[in-house]
């Protein structure tokens, strides 16, 4: 199936199975490998996409359902001054230790202060609460998006 979407701003037409996930698509197809694969299941979040802004699971994400829409990846994103304040914040905050939940969590964060520029620290836990971290107890998570919020005043 032929399908039609933006990827990172730029205008993609690829021939497709509707039910690929667009996890895969993303990273064998396109070779976007910030996009990781935990579960496979929509528990762990460590494959978060924006998919028209708000933050999706791409392992649950069938291409079939992707036409027409603006997929946004950690490197389409990183050109970004909004990333950039993320990307400081989270390394003053110690926010990333091995690393492997980060994508997600900072295409998480760019969903959340979109919609939400000054989240209260229960709106941060609740956005937060689909993407899994093993390593560094959440806290020093909570507290990189916090700065985050603070510091990028204006940008979101
Ligand atoms: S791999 Fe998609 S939510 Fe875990
Ligand atoms: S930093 Fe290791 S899983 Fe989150």
Redesign the pocket.
Known sequence: MKIEFILNDKPQTIDVHPARRL?DLLREDFGLTSV?????????????VLMNGKAV????VPAGNIIGNSIQTLEGFKTTERYKVIEKCFLEAGSVQCGFCTPGIVMATESLLSENPHPTDDEIKESLS?NLCRCTGYNMIFKGIRLAAERGKGLW
């Open positions: 996890l990781k694969e935990g579960c496979g299941e929509g528990e762990c979040g460590a494959c978060v699971n791409s392992c649950l689909g």
